[in-house]
């Protein structure tokens, strides 16, 4: 009998035992976080938040299944000390920590703009383990946003794999290398357009020796197709990255000519003072001298002459120094203590070079 009794205990402890039932089950399946947008470019905290809501609205109809519920999120922010995620901006550190807090393993969150009264509204997707953003998804509107668009932004930030678009470009001259964010893809002229490119701003470049290098940001719309067509002018002279102007000849050729034309116009000038003393003493001596004064005056025209070749040659090369000064692209080449310096300094009626030491 008291076998019985607490056999009869034992099972009527196991029936009143709360069930797992599938609300239990339910969060562990989730885990993409719909974090707080910010607003910037004059948007208004309601015209975020009405962002917010239509993006929910539009993700759950689909995700349901993997998207935390928005009390999750208000959750969150009644933990003290919470409120600092409020400022994460799209910094990839910051909203993956907030994802570890949420137990998600992905947090999408972005910007909300108004400007001109254009909307755009990008949203970014962090994978909390690499704390690393794997997505980006951007839509300009001038009104609300479309059902189209929703469906955009749900495609990247869900489906990345997915958020593709196509690239055309042509271009004026052939065998220039072409790069899409940096990776080449090929030369020119492209055989039909650049498909499957992932949708966006892409940086793209295209470059070819003896000619001015084409970059430029180019939108790739989401399905669509965008084109763009590149001209490379040729150029006789195209800058290496990273020179300082004093390592390149044409700065060096210029303050050559220039330096030489004002030496010359100085020897010539000399010589045409000797001249004007030799045809002095031949009219005191009351002898002809309009051959000896002729040469004088040839001289000195020449002396002017250089002494205008060698200024325009000291401008040039003070113009070099400070064009390629102004548009030189990448790092400057490293320069010693004791590497000598040109610059330009304020000069009786203009502008001088300096060689500084």
């Known amino acids: 009998m008291p076998a019985l009794s607490w056999t009869g205990l034992a099972l009527i402890s196991l029936l009143a035992a709360p069930a797992p039932g599938p609300l239990d089950l339910a969060p562990a399946a989730k885990g993409v976080l719909l974090w707080h947008l910010n607003p910037v470019d004059g948007a208004t905290p309601e015209l975020v938040h009405k962002v917010e809501l239509q993006l929910r609205k539009a993700f759950e109809a689909v995700h349901a299944d993997q998207l935390l519920p928005a009390m999750t999120m208000d959750s969150l922010l009644l933990v003290e000390g919470n409120e600092r995620y409020l400022r994460c901006g799209t910094g990839a550190a910051c909203l993956a920590g907030l994802g570890k807090q949420a137990g998600a393993r992905i947090v999408l969150s972005g910007e909300v703009g108004l400007r001109e009264g ?6 970014v997707r962090i994978e909390v383990a690499s704390e690393a953003q794997d997505g980006e998804a951007i839509v300009l509107t ?5 059902a189209p668009q929703l469906e955009e932004l749900r495609v990247g930030m869900f489906e990345p794999a997915r958020y593709l678009g196509s690239l055309e470009l042509a271009c004026d001259t052939d065998g220039a290398e ?26 793209v470049e295209v470059r070819l020796d003896g000619h001015q290098p084409f970059e ?10 965008a084109r763009v067509v590149v001209v490379l002018p040729a150029a006789a002279y195209v800058k290496k990255a990273g020179l300082p102007f004093w390592e390149d000849w044409p700065f060096w050729t210029t303050l050559v000519v220039g330096l030489g034309g004002m030496a010359a116009g100085g020897v010539l000038l000399a010589d045409a003072g000797v001249l004007e003393d030799n ?14 004064q002729g040469r004088a005056d040839d001289r000195s025209l020449q002396a002017y002459v250089m002494f205008g070749v060698g200024g325009a040659g000291l401008l040039a090369a003070g113009l070099v120094a400070i064009i390629e000064s102004a548009t ?3 790092p400057a080449a490293p320069r010693s203590s004791e590497a000598p310096r040109l610059e330009l300094r304020p000069a009786p009626g203009g502008l001088g070079l300096c060689l500084q030491y």
Do not use: C, M
Request: hydrophobic share 45%; no cysteine; proline share 6%.
């Open 142 to 146: 001038s009104g609300e946003l479309t």
């Open 178 to 203: 072409v790069l899409v964010d940096g990776e080449r893809v090929g030369l020119t002229p492209l055989v039909g357009p650049l498909a499957r490119l992932p949708a966006g701003l892409r940086k």
């Open 118 to 123: 254009q909307l755009r509204v990008r949203l």
């Open 328 to 330: 030189s692209s990448g």
């Open 216 to 225: 430029r940001e180019v939108w790739v719309p989401f399905n669509r197709l």
């Open 279 to 292: 045809a002095e003493a031949l009219r005191a001596a009351h002898l002809v001298a309009d051959a000896e």
